[in-house]
Nanobody
Framework: QVQLVECGGGSVQPGGSLGLSCVVS????????MGWYRQAPGKQRELVARIRTDGRTNYADSVKGRFTISRDNAKNTVYLQMNKLKGEDTAVYYC???????????????WGQGTQVTVSS
């Protein structure tokens, strides 16, 4: 079983910065892509940023140039640095991990519990 534990988040004024981290733990798995999604009140969950094992990334257009995703494969940890935050970035941010569970011989996709990010003056 794969578990994700997120850290970071909180409240910040517009133009400020916040960092998120997510540690993936468990056994019998190989990690592939890791990413961050967010869900604002009344809206669907959307992709914020995603990073593959080889380092390739993709970002939502709304965060390009402001957010940076990175990962430490040795620590099974993914990070999201958020700069120049805007009010519309306010949401619950969820960590996501995708990979292969060799004990079950099946792909998996797991989620963190979510962490609130609030951008307000």
């Amino acid at each position: 079983q794969v578990q994700l534990v997120e850290c970071g988040g909180g409240s910040v004024q517009p133009g400020g910065s916040l960092g998120l981290s997510c540690v993936v733990s468990g056994s019998n798995f190989i990690m592939n892509a890791m990413g961050w999604y967010r869900q604002a009140p009344g809206k669907q969950r959307e992709l914020v940023a995603r990073i593959r094992t080889d380092g390739r990334t993709n970002y939502a257009d709304s965060v390009k140039g402001r957010f940076t995703i990175s990962r430490d494969n040795a620590k099974n940890t993914v990070y999201l640095q958020m700069n120049k935050l805007k009010g519309e970035d306010t949401a619950v941010y969820y960590c996501n991990a995708e990979g292969w569970n060799w004990a079950r011989r099946a792909d998996f996709a797991s989620w963190g519990q979510g962490t609130q990010v609030t951008v307000s003056s």
